[in-house]
């Protein structure tokens, strides 16, 4: 316990002692601050003092810490405290700068604190300063809050004045004064407290980490007072998501930037009289700020409801009197015992099991229609509760419970873990609302761009200046046309133009079944460079199709059999299909995995599961299978001794019940009369680690129970006796699953007949989950979907590399990838083993060669090794020399583990040609991606949700297959249940981001023509008229830049992927082309103009101090502009590859039409109203004919040249060419090209049929 330093009173020599003390006390030696909160005196009592900062050991670094705010983000901590002379500094300069400096410090809130206050040790800040790992800075408060008598001693230690109680450490509940309290920040609705004895700050959470039993020994319930004191600490159990105010949005929206710089340009309108344009940019600002407040606020209220529905509902806790009471759900705390209503509800926490099992559905949180069976924490388990290791047991906040299954009358109970934003629910909704930035080159160019454009307009104000400053203008009028020079280079609309694309991007998709909740990541499709699927449900049919099975005699193969019924009911093979599932009967229909369907549907079997009438004698109720043939039977327990099981027929006397007893006569009469039925006593289900599940069953009238065990035929025969195991298991799993069949090892054990029902519930999996007897293969066909292989063709052929991440068997992934061309048939498969370290060797992988389909009928020997813990190697004894150009890792999750810890520097080469990735944990799905994309791969995940939830999130582009309209795991929501919505993504983020870059390019050159309209009408002593801004800006920009984002994206994916980085040099050079075009088609129409023998100069014509007028050179200037705007919007129109041709969009067709019509009218034939309202020079329709022909003459020319330009220059090879040359790249900017260079030079490496050790490179034959 780090001890408190003095007051002013203490020493200097015992303040250096005290620190001392606590540094060899921490005896750390990492930390780099020292909190000193409270000082201890000899009888070990808490003195009430008190230092506001704590001093600092020399050489310290105090301000900076790490907080670990989940497994995957850090955020890095700077602590500083108040100064009063920095902050009288401060409001001076708010005071000298009107106000400005508060605006400032808004936009940029770290400024202020620097400004402001000094650093300090993190223990005692005021202010935090937090840094994420993407760079993102938060400015928050530090709150010390007091806590009334109780406070987790796991989450909270740290007192600023305090009395500690004596109670052992292993107490759920600490007892203080009243006078406790702890320092505490929200950041992004996460709450963290400060902990003294690690020195940081740690995510308030829950119950995590504690040991198993301890639930069901340390948890009797909460009194009323102590929930509230534990939510003085937690908070209500509510996840809020603030819908703000119309005033708030409206006060943070006119606060941004880009509406300061409007106001700043309406302001600067005003004051040089441009009335009616000011007053038509006020009237489509606020209109458009009320749109998008009104949208923000839409978003935020469609969240609030998708959440609010567990926020407010009762339930029933239990007190540690025994007792129930009903409270509302916001008052649940961590510790509080909740009882499940029977008939299901929806979680408003998580909370771990403890008695009954519950069926629940947790589409919301993953997207997987299939009801999920939690059954209750083992009471005996020395593991630590962990919610992601034992989701098993967990409900989760957001779910639904379905139904429950309860014993006799007891409830079914779990004990609260975690509330509010600490649940799953919470977790993904501050995903939704703090999305994880990612930073798209485009975004960062368009930064880069204008700030250019302000570059440019600095020069402009300076001629301009300079313009007027010779002419002898007013000081006034200078300034005003100088800053006017502003508005126009740098277009206010600049950021809403480039998000046009999005938003019909977002609409179209809409319309194919897709749904986006994240905009942004639309254009970030358009870049995908590796698509990674999983496999069931995405790639191949959502169910299996029984196909067979293959039963075993005195251990070997039986022939195939495709009809179960063949088997005896009494069959083990026959009764492990029908019992060894998690199927459950809900509105009369059997619902669970499909697989576990297909399995029970082949036996022909019937299933009843205790109905609720079924505990009126406090009896046990197991599920009952049975064969079709026979009636309803009951089994409940015979509750005597727990060693024996009655079964109860339904065989009404007198309306009294006859019990039989299990145990059979020496006859076996009593036997033949009874029906043959099988009662399901204990279930452990599926285990993605274990890759097996087992029920524990009894038959009636026998003396003992029996264990039938499912999974993956490696793992189940690792646990059988040798001996059962056929000889040619391996070959004939081998030969199986490179046709594609999902295969399942089935198994049996006769467990003892003294194993009582009670002692059943408590034993642990792992003693009986052993010595099983093989049974046979379970074949199930899992057919690829029609659409699959096409779509694959079609990305293989764009270049978008397609990887398989799936949970499914090595064998039967490779095959899968072969039939839909993920792995063409000429390309090697080379499979790769990882072993990892132990006492006796280090941790070693190996590289062989996988027998294809296609080499079958060679002559290569294949032989499978099966190891003791049930792992196989193909091991491929064909010889070749070298490796192929073309060939493909596959591996299992257990091999993608052990390179990543033993062998981090062969990881980046392994997923460069890794293909499949079998056997794949959650987590691992996710560790995939993240590690493609530290290779700079844009990746993209699609997946069913069902386990692909972190993959999604971390994926640039992740797309969940389901029926609802949107989910939260993941951006992207197809109704579509196949992968066709892959390349529509795709197809739509090309279009999108080619329309954002189409955009982006005609605002620039607009706003770069209209300066150099600007400039030469400057230089002419004149300037456009108010009305002329308005009819370009409003009647010609505003509509070509909307309707052209509406031309819909290309129907084909092609290899090239669009270059749209605003500051490349084939942009630049277009630009500058462009703009050069533009101003020689100006300057020599202004030439030409002056040559015209009727041509009067402006200054004769002009009154004085009048700079805005009728004249010929605005007028000329105002002809020639509106048409290269409309020029522009053309050449910058690209169609194919990646958008339709322009035509095909009617309505931009429309609107260059409309436009071309009001050009040429005005050119030729204005009327007399028009004239003069937009302040061009009146003429007849046959005055100076020639002069106007002339003038359309030159813009046509103007364009085509352009458009020459355009095709022959910018867009030629000759022009990339001479790029590359002039930049002479040496090495390749993404990683992942860099180590295909290295690769394709290394014909080395791998060296198949090595094995490589982690000490080094170590090589032996094989």
């Given at each position: 316990?780090?001890?408190?330093?003095?007051?002013?009173?203490?020493?200097?020599?015992?303040?250096?002692?005290?620190?001392?003390?606590?540094?060899?006390h921490?005896?750390?030696?990492?930390?780099t601050?020292?909190?000193?909160?409270?000082?201890?005196?000899?009888?070990?009592?808490?003195?009430?003092?008190?230092?506001?900062?704590?001093?600092?050991?020399?050489?310290?670094?105090?301000?900076?810490?790490?907080?670990?705010?989940?497994?995957?983000?850090?955020?890095?901590?700077?602590?500083?405290?108040?100064?009063?002379?920095?902050?009288?500094?401060?409001?001076?300069?708010?005071?000298?700068?009107?106000?400005?400096?508060?605006?400032?410090?808004?936009?940029?809130?770290?400024?202020?604190?620097?400004?402001?206050?000094?650093?300090?040790?993190?223990?005692?800040?005021?202010?935090?300063?937090?840094?994420?790992?993407?760079?993102?800075?938060?400015?928050?408060n530090?709150?010390?809050?007091?806590?009334?008598?109780?406070?987790?001693?796991?989450?909270?230690?740290s007192?600023?004045?305090?009395?500690?109680?004596?109670?052992?450490?292993?107490?759920?509940?600490?007892?203080?004064?009243?006078n406790?309290?702890?320092?505490h920040?929200?950041?992004?609705?996460?709450?963290?407290?400060?902990?003294?004895?690690?020195?940081?700050?740690?995510?308030?959470?829950?119950?995590?980490?504690?040991?198993?039993?301890?639930?069901?020994?340390?948890?009797?319930?909460?009194?009323?007072?102590?929930?509230?004191?534990?939510?003085?600490?937690?908070?209500?159990?509510?996840?809020?998501?603030?819908?703000?105010?119309?005033f708030?949005?409206?006060?943070?929206?006119?606060?941004?930037?880009?509406?300061?710089?409007?106001?700043?340009?309406?302001?600067?309108?005003l004051?040089?009289?441009?009335?009616?344009?000011?007053?038509?940019?006020?009237?489509?600002?606020?209109?458009?700020?009320?749109?998008?407040?009104?949208?923000?606020?839409?978003?935020?209220?469609?969240?609030?409801?998708m959440?609010?529905?567990?926020?407010?509902?009762?339930?029933?806790?239990?007190?540690p009197?025994?007792?129930?009471?009903?409270?509302?759900?916001?008052?649940?705390?961590?510790?509080d015992?909740?009882?499940?209503?029977?008939?299901?509800?929806?979680?408003?926490?998580?909370?771990?099991?403890?008695?009954?099992?519950?069926?629940?559905?947790?589409?919301?949180?993953?997207?997987?229609?299939?009801?999920?069976?939690?059954?209750?924490?083992s009471?005996?388990?020395?593991?630590?509760y962990?919610?992601?290791?034992?989701?098993?047991?967990?409900?989760?906040?957001?779910?639904?419970?379905?139904?429950?299954?309860?014993?006799?009358?007891?409830?079914?109970?779990?004990?609260?873990?975690?509330?509010?934003?600490?649940?799953?629910?919470?977790?993904?909704?501050?995903?939704?609302?703090?999305?994880?930035?990612?930073?798209?080159?485009?975004?960062?160019?368009?930064?880069?761009?204008?700030?250019?454009?302000?570059?440019?307009?600095?020069?402009?104000?300076?001629?301009?200046?300079?313009?007027?400053?010779?002419?002898?203008?007013?000081?006034?009028?200078?300034?005003?046309?100088?800053?006017?020079?502003?508005?126009?280079?740098?277009?206010?609309?600049?950021?809403?133009?480039?998000?046009?694309?999005?938003?019909?991007?977002?609409?179209?998709?809409?319309?194919?079944?897709?749904?986006?909740?994240?905009p942004?990541?639309?254009?970030?499709?358009?870049?995908?460079?590796?698509?990674?699927?999983?496999?069931?449900?995405?790639?191949?049919?959502?169910?299996?199709?029984?196909?067979?099975?293959?039963?075993?005699?005195?251990g070997?193969?039986?022939?195939?059999?495709?009809?179960?019924?063949?088997?005896?009911?009494?069959?083990?093979?026959?009764?492990?299909?029908?019992?060894?599932?998690?199927?459950?009967?809900?509105?009369?229909?059997?619902r669970?995995?499909?697989?576990?369907?297909?399995?029970?549907?082949?036996?022909?079997?019937?299933?009843?599961?205790?109905?609720?009438?079924?505990?009126?004698?406090?009896?046990?109720?197991?599920?009952?299978?049975?064969?079709?043939?026979?009636?309803?039977?009951?089994?409940?327990?015979?509750?005597?001794?727990?060693?024996?099981?009655?079964?109860?027929?339904?065989?009404?006397?007198?309306?009294?019940?006859?019990?039989?007893?299990?145990?059979?006569?020496?006859?076996?009469?009593?036997l033949?009369?009874?029906?043959?039925?099988?009662?399901?006593?204990?279930?452990?289900?599926?285990?993605?680690?274990?890759?097996r599940?087992?029920?524990?069953?009894?038959?009636?009238?026998?003396?003992?129970?029996?264990?039938?065990?499912?999974?993956?035929?490696?793992?189940?025969?690792?646990?059988?006796?040798?001996?059962?195991?056929?000889?040619?298991?391996?070959?004939?799993?081998?030969?199986?699953?490179?046709?594609?069949?999902?295969?399942?090892?089935?198994?049996?054990?006769?467990?003892?007949?003294?194993?009582?029902?009670?002692?059943a519930?408590?034993?642990?999996?792992?003693?009986v989950?052993?010595?099983?007897?093989?049974?046979?293969?379970?074949?199930?066909?899992?057919?690829?979907?029609?659409?699959?292989?096409?779509?694959?063709?079609?990305?293989?052929?764009?270049?978008?590399?397609?990887?398989?991440?799936?949970?499914?068997?090595?064998?039967?992934?490779?095959?899968?990838?072969?039939?839909?061309?993920?792995?063409?048939?000429?390309?090697?498969?080379?499979?790769?083993?990882?072993?990892?370290?132990?006492?006796?060797k280090s941790?070693?992988?190996?590289?062989?060669?996988?027998?294809?389909?296609?080499?079958?009928?060679?002559?290569?020997?294949?032989?499978?090794?099966?190891?003791?813990?049930?792992?196989?190697?193909?091991?491929?004894?064909?010889?070749?020399?070298?490796?192929?150009?073309?060939?493909?890792?596959?591996?299992?999750?257990?091999?993608?583990?052990?390179i990543?810890?033993?062998?981090?520097?062969?990881?980046?080469?392994?997923l460069?040609?890794?293909?499949?990735?079998?056997?794949?944990?959650?987590?691992?799905?996710?560790?995939?991606?993240?590690?493609?994309?530290?290779?700079?791969?844009?990746?993209?995940?699609?997946?069913?949700?069902?386990?692909?939830?972190?993959?999604?999130?971390?994926?640039?582009?992740?797309?969940?297959?389901?029926?609802?309209?949107?989910?939260?795991?993941?951006p992207?929501?197809?109704?579509?249940?196949?992968?066709?919505?892959?390349?529509?993504?795709?197809?739509?983020?090309?279009?999108?981001?080619?329309?954002s870059?189409?955009?982006?390019?005609?605002?620039?050159?607009?706003?770069?023509?209209?300066?150099?309209?600007?400039?030469?009408?400057?230089?002419?002593?004149?300037?456009?008229?108010?009305?002329?801004?308005?009819?370009?800006d409003?009647?010609?920009?505003t509509?070509?830049?909307?309707?052209?984002?509406?031309?819909?994206?290309?129907?084909?994916?092609?290899?090239?992927?669009?270059?749209?980085?605003?500051?490349?040099?084939?942009?630049?050079?277009?630009?500058?082309?462009?703009?050069?075009?533009?101003?020689?088609?100006?300057?020599?129409?202004?030439?030409?103009?002056?040559?015209?023998?009727?041509?009067?100069?402006?200054?004769?014509?002009?009154?004085?101090?009048?700079?805005?007028?009728?004249?010929?050179?605005?007028?000329?200037?105002?002809?020639?502009?509106?048409?290269?705007?409309?020029?522009i919007?053309?050449?910058?129109?690209?169609?194919?590859?990646?958008?339709?041709?322009?035509?095909?969009?009617?309505?931009?067709?429309?609107?260059?039409?409309?436009?071309?019509?009001?050009?040429?009218?005005?050119?030729?034939?204005?009327?007399?109203?028009?004239?003069?309202?937009?302040?061009?020079?009146?003429?007849?329709?046959?005055?100076?004919?020639?002069?106007?022909?002339?003038?359309?003459?030159?813009?046509?020319?103007?364009?085509?040249?352009?458009?020459?330009?355009?095709?022959?220059?910018?867009?030629?090879?000759?022009?990339?060419?001479?790029?590359?040359?002039?930049?002479?790249?040496?090495?390749?900017?993404?990683?992942?090209?860099?180590?295909?260079?290295?690769?394709s030079?290394?014909?080395?490496?791998?060296?198949?049929?090595?094995?490589?050790?982690?000490?080094?490179?170590?090589?032996?034959?094989?």
């Amino acid at each position: 316990m780090c001890r408190a330093i003095a007051p002013e009173f203490v020493s200097n020599w015992l303040i250096e002692r005290i620190i001392d003390v606590n540094l060899r006390h921490l005896t750390s030696g990492h930390w780099t601050f020292v909190p000193l909160d409270t000082f201890g005196s000899a009888d070990g009592k808490i003195e009430n003092l008190k230092m506001p900062y704590s001093l600092l050991a020399k050489g310290d670094a105090p301000q900076v810490i790490t907080i670990e705010e989940s497994t995957d983000d850090q955020v890095e901590a700077h602590g500083y405290c108040e100064s009063p002379c920095k902050k009288c500094l401060y409001n001076i300069g708010i005071f000298l700068s009107c106000g400005l400096l508060l605006l400032f410090v808004k936009w940029f809130p770290q400024c202020r604190v620097w400004m402001t206050c000094r650093p300090c040790s993190v223990s005692t800040a005021d202010i935090l300063i937090l840094k994420d790992v993407h760079g993102t800075t938060t400015v928050l408060n530090v709150n010390i809050e007091s806590a009334s008598s109780s406070i987790p001693p796991e989450l909270v230690y740290s007192r600023s004045v305090s009395s500690i109680s004596s109670h052992s450490h292993d107490s759920m509940n600490f007892n203080y004064s009243p006078n406790i309290s702890y320092r505490h920040f929200v950041h992004n609705c996460g709450k963290f407290v400060w902990d003294s004895t690690l020195s940081c700050f740690k995510r308030l959470r829950g119950y995590e980490g504690l040991p198993c039993s301890e639930f069901f020994e340390k948890f009797q319930g909460l009194t009323a007072s102590e929930e509230n004191e534990k939510r003085e600490i937690y908070g209500p159990n509510c996840i809020d998501v603030e819908v703000k105010s119309y005033f708030t949005l409206f006060v943070d929206e006119v606060l941004n930037p880009l509406y300061i710089f409007q106001t700043f340009s309406v302001m600067l309108w005003l004051f040089d009289d441009y009335v009616l344009y000011a007053t038509c940019i006020v009237v489509i600002t606020m209109v458009s700020i009320a749109l998008a407040l009104y949208e923000v606020r839409r978003q935020q209220k469609t969240l609030r409801d998708m959440v609010s529905r567990s926020n407010s509902v009762l339930v029933s806790v239990r007190r540690p009197n025994g007792a129930f009471e009903e409270i509302a759900s916001a008052n649940l705390v961590p510790g509080d015992i909740i009882a499940i209503p029977p008939n299901g509800c929806h979680m408003a926490c998580d909370a771990v099991l403890i008695t009954g099992n519950c069926i629940v559905n947790e589409s919301m949180l993953t997207g997987e229609s299939v009801p999920e069976t939690k059954t209750p924490l083992s009471k005996h388990d020395d593991e630590f509760y962990c919610p992601l290791n034992h989701k098993r047991n967990t409900l989760f906040c957001g779910t639904e419970v379905i139904q429950t299954r309860y014993y006799e009358n007891n409830k079914v109970l779990a004990v609260v873990v975690r509330t509010g934003f600490s649940t799953a629910k919470g977790e993904l909704i501050r995903s939704i609302l703090f999305p994880k930035p990612f930073g798209f080159k485009f975004y960062m160019d368009s930064l880069k761009f204008v700030v250019l454009l302000f570059g440019i307009s600095a020069l402009g104000m300076a001629y301009s200046i300079y313009c007027y400053i010779i002419r002898g203008a007013p000081i006034a009028q200078t300034i005003v046309r100088a800053l006017d020079i502003i508005t126009i280079v740098v277009p206010p609309a600049l950021p809403a133009a480039m998000s046009i694309g999005t938003v019909f991007a977002q609409n179209r998709l809409k319309k194919q079944k897709i749904y986006c909740i994240s905009p942004p990541r639309i254009n970030i499709g358009g870049k995908l460079k590796l698509i990674c699927f999983d496999k069931t449900g995405t790639l191949t049919e959502e169910g299996l199709d029984f196909w067979g099975i293959i039963p075993t005699t005195e251990g070997k193969f039986k022939e195939l059999e495709h009809d179960v019924n063949t088997l005896s009911d009494h069959d083990r093979m026959k009764i492990c299909m029908a019992s060894c599932h998690s199927l459950t009967i809900i509105d009369d229909e059997i619902r669970g995995d499909p697989m576990d369907l297909k399995m029970f549907h082949a036996t022909k079997w019937e299933m009843e599961e205790p109905g609720s009438d079924n505990t009126k004698f406090d009896l046990l109720n197991p599920t009952v299978i049975r064969p079709s043939t026979n009636k309803s039977s009951k089994i409940p327990c015979n509750g005597l001794d727990g060693g024996d099981i009655m079964l109860t027929p339904e065989l009404n006397s007198d309306d009294k019940l006859i019990s039989f007893p299990l145990s059979p006569t020496k006859d076996n009469s009593l036997l033949d009369e009874m029906p043959y039925e099988v009662g399901i006593i204990r279930q452990f289900p599926f285990s993605s680690a274990l890759q097996r599940m087992s029920v524990m069953c009894r038959t009636l009238g026998s003396r003992h129970m029996d264990l039938y065990c499912k999974g993956a035929p490696e793992k189940i025969t690792s646990l059988c006796l040798s001996e059962t195991v056929p000889v040619n298991f391996p070959e004939l799993l081998k030969d199986y699953t490179l046709q594609g069949y999902r295969v399942l090892a089935l198994a049996h054990r006769k467990l003892d007949s003294k194993l009582s029902w009670h002692h059943a519930q408590k034993i642990k999996r792992d003693q009986v989950e052993k010595d099983l007897t093989f049974l046979g293969l379970l074949i199930m066909q899992n057919t690829l979907k029609p659409e699959t292989t096409p779509v694959i063709k079609a990305l293989k052929d764009a270049k978008i590399r397609c990887v398989m991440v799936t949970g499914d068997n090595v064998m039967t992934a490779m095959s899968v990838a072969r039939d839909c061309h993920m792995i063409p048939e000429s390309d090697r498969i080379i499979v790769i083993n990882g072993v990892a370290r132990d006492h006796e060797k280090s941790a070693h992988l190996s590289f062989e060669y996988a027998e294809t389909m296609n080499m079958r009928n060679s002559n290569s020997t294949i032989s499978e090794v099966v190891s003791a813990n049930g792992d196989m190697s193909p091991v491929l004894t064909t010889f070749i020399d070298a490796v192929p150009q073309h060939y493909h890792f596959v591996m299992d999750g257990k091999t993608f583990g052990v390179i990543r810890k033993y062998f981090p520097e062969m990881l980046p080469k392994i997923l460069l040609r890794g293909t499949v990735f079998a056997r794949m944990a959650p987590d691992q799905k996710t560790q995939l991606v993240e590690s493609l994309q530290n290779l700079n791969y844009v990746v993209g995940m699609c997946g069913d949700g069902a386990n692909d939830c972190g993959a999604l999130k971390a994926a640039d582009v992740g797309i969940s297959l389901s029926d609802t309209e949107a989910s939260v795991a993941a951006p992207f929501t197809s109704n579509i249940p196949n992968i066709t919505c892959v390349p529509i993504v795709i197809r739509e983020g090309r279009c999108s981001l080619l329309t954002s870059f189409a955009t982006f390019r005609f605002i620039a050159l607009y706003s770069l023509t209209q300066f150099v309209s600007v400039l030469i009408s400057y230089t002419v002593d004149t300037n456009l008229t108010d009305q002329m801004f308005l009819y370009i800006d409003m009647g010609l920009i505003t509509c070509l830049a909307v309707s052209m984002g509406y031309t819909g994206a290309y129907n084909k994916v092609v290899p090239q992927r669009p270059r749209v980085s605003l500051v490349s040099v084939t942009n630049v050079v277009s630009l500058l082309a462009q703009i050069t075009f533009v101003t020689g088609t100006l300057v020599g129409a202004i030439i030409f103009l002056q040559h015209q023998k009727w041509y009067e100069p402006v200054h004769g014509s002009k009154e004085e101090g009048e700079d805005i007028f009728p004249c010929w050179e605005n007028t000329v200037v105002f002809l020639i502009s509106s048409w290269q705007y409309v020029a522009i919007a053309l050449l910058v129109s690209d169609g194919p590859p990646y958008r339709k041709h322009f035509f095909t969009n009617y309505f931009y067709l429309a609107v260059l039409a409309l436009a071309s019509l009001c050009n040429l009218f005005i050119l030729f034939n204005p009327f007399k109203v028009l004239a003069p309202y937009l302040g061009i020079v009146e003429w007849e329709p046959t005055q100076h004919l020639m002069f106007r022909v002339t003038l359309l003459m030159v813009v046509l020319c103007n364009f085509f040249l352009a458009l020459a330009f355009e095709m022959l220059v910018v867009n030629s090879r000759w022009l990339r060419w001479c790029v590359r040359k002039i930049k002479n790249k040496k090495e390749a900017k993404n990683e992942y090209k860099r180590i295909d260079k290295e690769l394709s030079a290394d014909y080395e490496w791998p060296q198949v049929n090595k094995t490589v050790y982690e000490s080094g490179p170590i090589l032996i034959s094989q």
